[in-house]
């Protein structure tokens, strides 16, 4: 089976490494990071990764930018992403969803359910 490969895209840079120590340890994937809007759809067009997870809170281009640019690449736009964010109110997951995520899990996450719950967003058994 092929090892699945996340593309973490946020600013800060503990919220990563919590990620990478959670999937890799409990699901055994593999975690690649960037840690800017710009610098995430350089990496999603050259890695294209089984999924990614994007902060909405970013400097530059935030997160609803970002999906907006990852849709409109034919490169990256099925690529399914989902959101990890503090900004959870109903108005913001609607916005999220109809900008194209698959999920949204809030910050601060779970360490022990992070795996299952992108599995459960994405249908991964």
Do not use: H
């Not at 999924?51 to 990852?70: E, S």
């Not at 959101?83 to 109903?90: C, G, L, P, R, S």
């Amino acid at each position: 089976m092929k090892i699945k490969r996340i593309l973490f895209i946020d600013d800060e840079d503990d919220i990563k490494t919590l990620a990478q120590f959670c999937l890799e340890s409990e699901a055994g994937w593999l975690m690649i990071s960037a840690s800017s809007g710009k610098e995430g759809i350089a990496i999603a067009e050259q890695e294209k990764p089984d999924a990614i997870l994007l902060d909405a809170m970013m400097p530059d281009l935030d997160g609803i930018q970002t999906i907006a640019k990852l849709k409109s690449n034919p490169t990256t736009k099925n690529i399914p992403t989902i959101f990890i964010t503090a900004k959870a109110q109903a108005s913001d997951r609607r916005r999220f969803y109809n900008a194209g995520a698959k999920g949204v899990i809030n910050k601060p996450f779970d360490a022990l359910t992070l795996a299952s719950q992108i599995s459960g967003f994405l249908g991964w058994q």
